[in-house]
């Protein structure tokens, strides 16, 4: 199912285009986000047909890099520096080192926390090496936990849909209560390539 977030606004805003896939099975295609071209050559992870799949709720806006571990290093307490002072909506996506693209779209920025924060617009996905996305499932509420030394999308009797440490470097991915999702990575841990954060304008 293409078209993983919450649309806003009325319906015309968000233009939508059937196509046919192989097997006459009819596939729904998001409109491309403002500044596709400038997106794809900031990013060192995503590409055209990754874009075009992400969250309605990304069109019509413009996407912004606030954080890539290659501009600004391997560190989680950076990556809040670049966050604080932003209300918008975030993109996460990463490459691990099987080649895996992944990531978690957040209903709010990536910040410290005491406790889980966030809304059900939150959602897990992967794009490679094939598409999914995992809703909330509304079984908890744990949507987003930042500490100092890492931060947490989704839990669960002990369990985290998306979990990495403070040098952004290693991760682990399991199912979870929150996304009812499949372990995003090549494996249930993983090590990182590339980690970027998107935010909207």
Avoid at 175 to 196: H, I, K, M, S, Y
């Amino acid at each position: 199912e293409f078209g993983c977030g919450l649309s806003e606004g009325p319906e015309e805003a968000w233009p939508m285009v059937s196509v046919e896939e192989g097997g006459g099975k009819s596939l729904v295609l998001d409109r491309e986000p403002e500044g596709l071209g400038d997106i794809l050559e900031q990013s060192n992870i995503l590409e055209a047909d990754h874009v075009r799949r992400l969250p309605p709720r990304t069109v019509g806006h413009t996407w912004r890099l606030a954080y890539s571990t290659s501009r600004h290093g391997s560190s989680l307490r950076s990556l809040y520096r670049k966050l604080s002072g932003s209300d918008s909506p975030s993109l996460i996506v990463i490459k691990d080192s099987r080649g895996q693209v992944f990531g978690a779209f957040l209903s709010h920025p990536l910040r410290p926390s005491e406790s889980f924060y966030g809304t059900g617009e939150t959602f897990l996905f992967t794009v490679e090496p094939r598409f999914e996305c995992f809703h909330w499932t509304g079984e908890n509420s744990f949507f987003i936990k930042g500490d100092l030394d890492s931060f947490a999308i989704g839990g669960g009797s002990g369990h985290f849909g998306l979990w990495l440490d403070e040098m952004l470097y290693l991760g682990r991915s399991s199912p979870c209560c929150t996304f009812d999702n499949r372990c995003l990575a090549g494996a249930d841990d993983f090590r990182v390539v590339e980690l970027e954060v998107w935010t909207f304008c």
